[in-house]
Structures are given as C-alpha cells and as structure tokens.
C-alpha cells in the first residue's frame, strides 16, 4: 500500500513544482462590438465570461514559454469565432446551432507588448490572427469535440510560437540567453 501511494505522489510532485515563466496581463476591449462572440444557445454574457476565461488561460499557458520576468500584455479588439450562428427551425420552436464551414475561420485582432522585467518594451504590435487552414487537420473535428475553442487556441498558439521563437528559444534548456 506504502509502494502505491509513493508512486501516486512522485508525479504530484513534479506538477506542484512547474512554474511558468512568463506571464500574461489580458484585456478585452469593447466585447460588445466583436464580430462574432456570442453563444449558439444558453445565457450570452455567460458564454462570453466563460470564453473570456477560456482565452486568458490560453495566453497565460503560452506565456509560460517565455523567459523568466517578461510580460506578455495583450488586448484584444475583436474577436469572430469559427463558424458561425444559424437557426434550425424546428417543430415547435426556432433554435439556434454553430455552423463550422471552411469559409468561417477564426480570427483574432490583437495589439500586445512584450515586456522585460526592467519595464522595457521587448516587442510590440498590432495585428490580426487568422487561421484560414483551420480545417486541414483531419484530428481537428475529434479535438473540437472535447474543447470548444480547439480551433482558435490552436491558431494563438501556432502565431504565438511564431511571433516569439526567440525567446522561447532562448527559455529552454541550453537556449541563447
């Protein structure tokens, strides 16, 4: 019984002592005004809290492949999910559902600094990111199934990655400082 709950603890431990290096400071400005942000059904001041959410802890784990001490501060100023809100017309009742066809891909317009832990602005930008490819992968609908935003975080990750090889090189493990 001792055995099992040693080899239970080990992996916690290692997951109690990752830390991220950088972090992220995210705004959204003007939610109301975005091109697509609302929900197929349900509540739509929820369902954008919740995708607000969703989107800073994505930031938050991509900031984490920064170097120790930067800050990625982003705003973003629009935002059109993939897909997009039809109605089905029903018996009863018109419903809504989130049509996904090639033609809707996600797209996102951030403005972002990239700032060093003495306050100067490493990098900064506005732009927009657009994944119009979204639909290549054939694992992309399996994936989308268990997470929502599958295909947007997907897309911030790919710019991200991109946009900041250097320093995430430069954060790994024998990377140039």
């Given amino acids: 019984m001792k055995r099992i709950l040693i080899t239970a603890l080990i992996p916690l431990s290692f997951m109690a002592t990752t830390v991220l290096a950088g972090e992220a400071k995210v705004t959204f400005k003007n939610v109301e005004k975005y091109t697509d942000f609302s929900p197929a059904t349900g509540i739509e001041s929820r369902f954008q809290e919740k995708t607000k959410e969703d989107f800073t802890e994505k930031f938050n784990e991509l900031a984490g492949l920064l170097p120790k001490g930067q800050t990625f501060d982003v705003t973003v100023t629009d935002v059109d999910l993939t897909g997009r809100v039809e109605p089905t017309f029903g018996q009863s009742a ?49 994936k989308r199934q268990r997470n929502i935003n599958y295909y947007e975080h997907k897309m911030l990750e790919d710019w991200f990655r991109e946009t900041f090889s250097e320093q995430i090189k430069a954060n790994q493990p024998g990377g140039a400082a």
């Avoid at 060093?116 to 290549?136: A, H, L, P, T």
């Fill in 94 to 142: 018109t419903s809504y559902i989130r049509v996904v066809r090639p033609i809707d891909f996600p797209r996102m317009n951030l403005t972002y600094k990239l700032i060093d832990d003495q306050g100067e602005v490493i990098k900064e930008d506005s732009v927009v990111v657009k994944d119009m490819g979204f639909d290549m992968s054939s694992m992309a609908s399996i």
